[in-house]
C-alpha cells in the first residue's frame, strides 16, 4: 500500500470514529465490528513495521493502535481485541527503543487479559512489560550519568528523576509476580544509581536529593510496596522536574480537537494531536462532574501532570513534564487572550477552521 494510502485510511478511520461517536444511536455491536476491523488493520500493520524497521511503518501503525485503543474504550467491557492492540503497540515502541512508553503498553496489555483470564498471554504480557522498565531504566540511568559528567546538569538530573520513575513502574510490575515470570534483580543497577547520586550531590539541589534518597532507599529496603505507597513516590519524583509545556489542546465540547500544538515535535493539528485529543476527551468526560467550570483543574496522567480548564463549550488541556509552576500563569493567559478573539465565533462553531492566531499566541506566550 502506498504512503498515501496509508494515510488515507487513518484518516478515513478517524472520520468513521467520530461519526460513530457523535451518532448517539450508535449500539454496542457497530463499536465492537469497528474496533475488531481496526485491530485486523493494526496488526497487519505492525506487523509490517516489525519487518521493515521503518519509522514511517512504525508511526503509522502507531497511529492505527491509538484508533484501536480509542474505539475499544467505547464498546464500553474489556474485549479481547483490547489487550491484543496494546500489547502490539508495546512491541511498536520497545523497536523504537522508547522503552517506558512500551512498558506501560504491555502492562496495560497484562492488567485486561488478566481481567479476561486468559493466564497464558497475561504472563506474557507481563514478563515483556518488566523488560521494558528495567531497559528504560538501565537506559536512563547510563544517559544520566553520562550528561551530568560532562557537565550538563539540568539535562542530567531530568534523566535521574526518569531512571527512577522506570524503576518505580517496575516495581509496580513485580510487586506480585511469580518469580516463574521474570528472574531480573534490579537491586545491582539501583545501588549504583544511589551510589552516583551520592557521589555527584554537590551538583545538584541539596533538599532534591534528599528526597531521591529517601525514595530508593525506601525501594532497595523493602521487599513489598503498596499500589498507593508506588502512586504517592511518582507523584514526588514528577513534582522534582522542571516544568515544560508538552502539548496543548483545545477541545470542543464534542470531543473535536479545535487546535493541537506538540511542542517537542513542533507540529500543529497532526493526526497524533487528532487521536489525544479523542483519548483525553474521554478521560475528561468521566471526569466532568469533578471539573469546576471556570476554574484551573490538575490531573495526574501516565505522560505528566496536566492542566484542563473549561470554559463555556471548550475544553483547555495543557500537559506538562512536571510540576507545572509558571506555566500555570501562561495557560490561563493563553487562554484569556484565546477566547478575546474566538468565543464569540465558538458560541455558534460549525467545524470551520478558523483559529489562524492560535499558533502565534503560542508562540507569544510559551
Known sequence: MSENNDQSMIDDLMMTYFQLKENPETRTEQWTEFTVFVSRQCHNAVQRAIKTKKREDNRKALHLCNVGLLAAQQIGRIHPVIPQIAFEAGLLHFQARQFFKAGQLFYLAHRSFQQLGNEELSNKALKHSIRAFMDSFKEFHSVAVRLTLDNYHDIGWNYVIRSIRSLISFHRATRTTPTKITNIDPRPQLTALLEFIKNEKNRFDEEKVRT?????????????????????????????????????????????????????????????????????????????LELKVGTLNQLQT?????????????????????????????????????????????????????????????????
Not at 532497595?220 to 508538552?246: A, H
Not at 517537542?264 to 497532526?270: A, G, H, L
Not at 493567559?333 to 492566531?357: A, C, K, M, P
Open 212 to 288: 531521591l534518597l529517601t525514595i530508593l532507599q525506601q525501594l532497595e529496603e523493602k521487599k513489598e510496596i503498596s499500589q498507593e505507597s508506588l502512586t504517592e513516590m511518582e507523584k514526588e519524583i514528577l513534582s522534582l522536574l522542571p516544568s515544560r509545556p508538552r502539548m496543548l489542546l483545545i477541545i470542543y465540547e464534542d470531543g473535536r480537537l479545535l487546535y493541537g500544538y506538540d511542542f517537542e515535535n513542533k507540529t500543529e493539528n497532526s493526526s497524533f494531536l487528532v487521536i489525544m485529543a479523542g483519548i483525553l476527551f474521554a478521560i475528561i468526560s468521566v471526569l466532568s
Open 302 to 366: 501516565e505522560e505528566g501532570i496536566a492542566l484542563v480548564e473549561k470554559r463555556n463549550k471548550t475544553y483547555f488541556f495543557l500537559l506538562c513534564s512536571g510540576e507545572p509552576g509558571v506555566l500555570r500563569n501562561n495557560f490561563q493567559l493563553y487562554i484569556d487572550e484565546f477566547l478575546s478573539l474566538y468565543e464569540q465565533t465558538l458560541n455558534n462553531w460549525h467545524g470551520e477552521l478558523v483559529f489562524r492566531d492560535a499558533k502565534r499566541l503560542v508562540d507569544l506566550i510559551f
